[in-house]
């Protein structure tokens, strides 16, 4: 592995804004970044799920990249998505953001095709051997091939470019398993979650931090989350799990993936443009719904102003999910004899 350090803390994936011809908005990117930065991300994390890379053509991906590590300068590491339709166009984006000096690339399994573990381990091994820059595996198996336990160690074993592992399954057991069987063989690779419900779980087991999608709207959250559960300040850090749990549904379940991130990041104060994929009227009705029950959830956190007619009062939390999480963190962790 390169000398470069390991891939730790918050990587935001953002949203790309696009102006009203649908372009990428490059004035407006470059304010987001700044912002981003500014309101303490970790790291930058382009061309991912929430950024809409399968929308974008190869040239403008790469001209995502571009603006982005034009505009940040060296001030935070970029974590650049290089997935591409085959290995050969995916190797030239591997040499194109390492000519622009992102610090590491993330690639996502093979989609379209379900591969077996073997084709998993292939693709990932010719991009390797072939990167000249570190490799993050992205494992979303709800979009792509899985990337099982065996798979991730064997490449982490035998790939020195491969570095981290972004997943995004939320599945809790499966990173326990991933980084007790990666970790002693490689101690320098990296484990990101990309699940913000269970952000703060993942990070008690031993995750180097995450990919978080919230983290493009509410980085502030994100950020003190990261800080108070590393500081082990875990009634404070529980609390904000289950605050950033209820912004984390609304954004993902009200409304086709991205566009609920899009919507709430325009509450922000950003002009965020349409989407690329069209929106039915039913869609678009039920997103304006959505856009109010965001507002009173980021005025709720003081964000924002409500919107006009008022937010519900005493809106209840269904905090079931994040119970089950914390119930099966600290029962692992006492079967080990750590807590």
Known sequence: MSNNTPLRGIFTPNIVPLDARGEIDEPELRKYVDWLIDRGVHGLYPNGSTGEFTRFTVEERRRIIEIMADQTRGRVPILAGAA???TRETIKACEHYHSLGVRAVAIVSPFYYKLTPAGVY??????????????TLYNIPMFASPID??????LAEECPRVA???DSSGDLPHMMRMIAAVRP??????????????????LLIGCDGGTNATSGVVPEITRKLYD???????????????RLLK?????????EFPEGFRAALRLRGFSTGIGRQPQSLVQQKELAKLSDQLQCLLAAEGFTDQPVGGCPVGDSVDSDQVTRIVQTVVGELKKRGMA
């Not at 336990?149 to 064997?154: F, G, I």
């Not at 063989?185 to 993942?202: E, I, S």
């Open 185 to 202: 063989v490689r101690p320098d690779f990296a484990f990101l979650t990309g699940w913000d419900a269970a952000l703060m779980p993942m």
């Open 149 to 154: 336990v065996p798979t991730v160690q064997r």
């Open 122 to 135: 292939a693709y990932f091994k010719e991009i390797a051997d072939n990167s000249p820059i570190d490799v």
């Open 228 to 242: 108070l559960t590393l500081s082990g300040k875990l009634d404070d850090a529980r609390e904000l799990q289950y």
């Open 84 to 86: 591409e339709a085959n």
């Open 247 to 255: 912004l984390f549904d609304a954004m993902l379940f009200s409304a």
């Open 164 to 166: 981290a592992i972004k």
